[in-house]
Each structure stands twice: as structure tokens, then as C-alpha cells.
């Protein structure tokens, strides 16, 4: 049997099945559960992103000079920015050494660019002692073996959609996301929601 429903001007009537109605609720509350972080985000403090396969795509182009042509994503740009307008520590450790990263991200607002890490573990011990940080308060987003170390630390370790399967099976939260692609978009969002500091403001509205 179907239920017929009218809007508020009685004249479009709309045929719903209750029973299919039903179905695509627990279908989209069931989506919704698992796109979403496990974890209390309103303790994050902190989130630090890796770039290669992160922030920027896996597979990118090479400059002539044997340089890699990094990508960025214009949605992750913005939630980095607001991130740091809304008091959210955003922090980017890789072991890349090009200029072109930390200019991007320092133009975002981000103060800790941290590259040429080898060992990414002695930056991150370095980085929550200098803002004093517990590793329950951090979210590090990685996507391959140079970032287990700090992953297996922090609190909630995250990852893009295409990382590799050792950083999968220690992540608390996998993007549907592949690298380069809105991870990060997709991981502050959540933390800025769950913090009630998500479109809170005027801040939201520019860059």
C-alpha cells in the first residue's frame, strides 16, 4: 500500500512506500555511521596532515628538473584555513623538502610546516611537547609506511581511501576519499562539526 502525501499548498501529491521509505532511512543512517569518525572529535586539538598521497595525489607528474609536480585540492585548502581561523591547530609533516609546500600551507594560515622529516616520529614528540599536546588530542592523517610510527601514537590515526593496507588496519577512520582528493576537507569537517566551530560564524564565509 502506498501513502499519498500533498505539500503545504495542496496541489503536487507525492506516492511514498512506508516500507521503501523505511529502507532508505536505515540505508542512510547506516551510511551516515560509517562515514563518520569513531572517535570523541571534540577533544582534537590537533590535526597533522602527511602530503604525498595525503594532501596530494599519489601518482603525480614530474618536473623535468626530476621534481615532483605536487597537486592540491581547492576544498582542502578552505577547510585548512578555517580550521586555523576557528582555533584548530592544523600542522603538515612530510619528508618532501620542496618550497612549494610550505608556501601553500603557510599561506593558509598554517604555522608548523615541518619537512625534510625523515623520522617522522621525532618531529611529532617535538611538536606535541612544544604545544602541549597528549597524542589523544591529535588526529594524524597518513597513507603509507613513513607515517605507521606516529599513527600507532597518536589518538586517532586517519587515511585516505588508497593507502597502503598496513596504515589501513591501524586507522581508526578511512576516508572515502582517495588521496589528493578532499581527505582533508572530509577530516576537518568532521572535527569543526562535532565542535560546534562549522559554518559558527563569519569566518566561514571567506578565506
Known sequence: MRETRSDAGGDARLEVCPRLES?????????????????DLKKIRAVIFDVDGVLSASTINLHPSGEPMRTVNIKDGYAIQLAVKQGLHIAIMTGATVDSIRIRYERLGVKDVFTACSVKIKTYDKFLADNGLTDEEVIFVGDDIPDYEVMS???????????????????????????????????????????????????????
Open 23 to 39: 529502507v532508505l532511512l536505515i540505508s542512510y543512517s547506516k551510511q551516515t555511521e560509517k562515514d563518520m569518525i569513531d572517535y
Open 153 to 207: 601514537r597518536s589518538g586517532c590515526p586517519c587515511c585516505p581511501s588508497d593507502a597502503c593496507p598496513d596504515i589501513k588496519a591501524i586507522s581508526r577512520y578511512i576516508s572515502q576519499a582517495v588521496g589528493g582528493h578532499g581527505v582533508g576537507r572530509d577530516i576537518i569537517e568532521q572535527v569543526l562539526r562535532a565542535q560546534g566551530k562549522w559554518l559558527a560564524d563569519k569566518k566561514a564565509f571567506g578565506w
